[in-house]
T-cell receptor, first 113, second 114 residues
């Protein structure tokens, strides 16, 4: 099975500090995604990547940046964290391109005080 | 991608079948119907998908209305481990396979009663 490791799994930080979340996949999947999940909003796409150094915005990209310098790693950065970015963040990959099946990581819970 | 409508919550007794409905009246002819579920404290997981015909796999069955404006996810014999939030999602035809910017709504929270 494709493996996704998200780190850190839990983080508490203060407003205004930078935060980077890492998503690491163990197989050579091209497409990777960052979602956030908040009560009452379901999952919302932040950014996605379609290859090394190829990224694009999702529906809630303001305040976030991403980087993908190698296939296996997709980084999500909050340059200056705000309390509204307190959320659970999920990384996903396209597991089977022909069916469009997404495979998700276990999530990273971020609390911004 | 077109929008879906699901009930906010449902309850079912353990070991009985569960029918989770989804309305998608604006579905286009090339939209696939996907279902995911999210167990507590976990990321969503793929359940099943279909286009026109009913589909079965080891997890569930998907019944699609003839006009495709609605579908039903069927869990044949619910267990306590099936308690989760179930998401019905439409996926448009992709010419660039792999670019899955799926739109997740708030889904249906399924509670299983022992």
């Amino acid at each position: 099975d494709a493996g996704i490791t998200q780190s850190p799994r839990h983080k508490v930080t203060e407003t205004g500090t930078p935060v980077t979340l890492r998503c690491h996949q163990t197989e050579n999947h091209r497409y990777m995604y960052w979602y956030r999940q908040d009560p009452g909003h379901g999952l919302r796409l932040i950014h996605y990547s379609y290859g090394v150094k190829d990224t694009d915005k999702g529906e809630v990209s303001d305040g976030y940046s991403v980087s993908r310098s190698k296939t296996e790693d997709f980084l999500l950065t909050l340059e200056s964290a705000t309390s509204s970015q307190t959320s659970v963040y999920f990384c996903a990959i396209t597991r089977l391109a022909n069916t469009g099946e997404l495979f998700f990581g276990e999530g990273s819970r971020l609390t911004v005080l | 991608d077109a929008k879906t409508t699901q009930p906010n919550s449902m309850e079912s007794n353990e070991e009985e079948p569960v029918h989770l409905p989804c309305n998608h009246s604006t579905i286009s002819g090339t939209d696939y119907i996907h279902w995911y579920r999210q167990l507590p404290s976990q990321g969503p997981e793929y359940v099943i998908h279909g286009l026109t015909s009913n589909v079965n796999n080891r997890m569930a069955s998907l019944a699609i209305a003839e006009d495709r404006k609605s579908s039903t996810l069927i869990l044949h014999r619910a267990t306590l481990r099936d308690a989760a939030v179930y998401y019905c999602i439409l996926r448009g035809l992709r010419t660039n396979f792999g670019n899955e910017k799926l739109t997740f709504g708030t889904g249906t929270r399924l509670t299983i009663i022992p």
